[in-house]
Protein backbone atom coordinates (compact mmCIF):
# COMPACT_ATOMS: atom_id res chain seq x y z
CA UNK A 1 0.00 0.00 0.00
CA UNK A 2 1.04 3.09 -1.06
CA UNK A 3 2.04 5.76 2.37
CA UNK A 4 -0.71 8.81 1.81
CA UNK A 5 1.04 12.56 0.60
CA UNK A 6 -0.50 14.38 3.26
CA UNK A 7 -1.26 13.24 6.95
CA UNK A 8 -4.44 13.62 8.41
CA UNK A 9 -3.52 16.56 9.85
CA UNK A 10 -2.24 18.80 6.86
CA UNK A 11 -5.35 17.74 5.46
CA UNK A 12 -7.51 19.17 7.85
CA UNK A 13 -5.27 22.37 7.45
CA UNK A 14 -6.50 22.43 3.65
CA UNK A 15 -10.12 21.92 4.80
CA UNK A 16 -9.86 24.64 7.23
CA UNK A 17 -8.70 27.14 5.00
CA UNK A 18 -11.69 26.00 2.95
CA UNK A 19 -14.06 27.02 5.62
CA UNK A 20 -12.27 30.43 5.58
CA UNK A 21 -13.85 31.40 2.48
CA UNK A 22 -11.02 30.06 -0.04
CA UNK A 23 -12.09 28.61 -2.83
CA UNK A 24 -11.98 24.57 -3.64
CA UNK A 25 -10.24 25.00 -6.86
CA UNK A 26 -7.76 27.53 -5.82
CA UNK A 27 -6.56 25.08 -2.87
CA UNK A 28 -6.42 22.16 -5.24
CA UNK A 29 -4.02 24.11 -7.46
CA UNK A 30 -2.10 25.16 -4.37
CA UNK A 31 -1.66 21.97 -2.89
CA UNK A 32 -1.70 19.38 -5.98
CA UNK A 33 -4.76 17.11 -5.77
CA UNK A 34 -8.12 17.01 -7.33
CA UNK A 35 -11.34 18.18 -7.28
CA UNK A 36 -12.21 14.81 -6.25
CA UNK A 37 -9.80 13.97 -3.74
CA UNK A 38 -10.38 17.35 -1.94
CA UNK A 39 -14.62 16.58 -2.11
CA UNK A 40 -13.33 13.15 -0.96
CA UNK A 41 -11.69 14.40 2.44
CA UNK A 42 -14.00 17.06 3.11
CA UNK A 43 -16.55 14.41 3.16
CA UNK A 44 -14.53 12.10 4.99
CA UNK A 45 -13.23 14.31 7.78
CA UNK A 46 -16.51 16.49 7.85
CA UNK A 47 -17.01 18.63 10.48
CA UNK A 48 -13.34 16.92 11.98
CA UNK A 49 -12.17 20.75 11.66
CA UNK A 50 -9.58 21.10 15.07
CA UNK A 51 -8.71 24.59 16.47
CA UNK A 52 -6.99 27.03 15.05
CA UNK A 53 -3.67 26.82 17.39
CA UNK A 54 -2.22 24.66 19.46
CA UNK A 55 -2.10 27.59 21.78
CA UNK A 56 -5.88 27.40 21.75
CA UNK A 57 -5.96 23.94 22.70
CA UNK A 58 -3.35 24.17 25.64
CA UNK A 59 -5.67 26.92 26.67
CA UNK A 60 -8.65 24.11 26.99
CA UNK A 61 -6.68 21.57 28.32
CA UNK A 62 -5.93 24.16 31.17
CA UNK A 63 -9.10 25.22 31.56
CA UNK A 64 -10.62 21.52 32.07
CA UNK A 65 -7.70 20.75 34.28
CA UNK A 66 -8.66 23.83 36.73
CA UNK A 67 -12.28 22.44 36.72
CA UNK A 68 -11.50 19.03 37.39
CA UNK A 69 -9.21 19.96 40.30
CA UNK A 70 -11.78 22.46 41.68
CA UNK A 71 -14.24 18.90 41.38
CA UNK A 72 -12.01 17.30 43.22
CA UNK A 73 -11.75 19.51 45.88
CA UNK A 74 -15.28 19.74 46.08
CA UNK A 75 -15.47 15.98 46.63
CA UNK A 76 -13.07 16.02 48.95
CA UNK A 77 -14.40 18.32 51.47
CA UNK A 78 -17.83 16.99 51.31
CA UNK A 79 -16.15 13.22 52.08
CA UNK A 80 -14.61 14.81 54.71
CA UNK A 81 -17.76 16.59 56.55
CA UNK A 82 -18.48 14.82 59.95
CA UNK A 83 -22.14 12.78 58.99
CA UNK A 84 -22.32 13.37 55.42
CA UNK A 85 -22.05 10.31 53.00
Not at 20 to 32: D, E, F, I, T
Not at 56 to 79: G, T
Request: charged share 25%; with cysteine.
Amino acid sequence: MNKPRFSDMQILAILREAANGAQAAVLCRKYHISDTTFYNWRRKFGAAVPPASPDQLSRENRLLRQRLSAQERELASLRQRPGSR
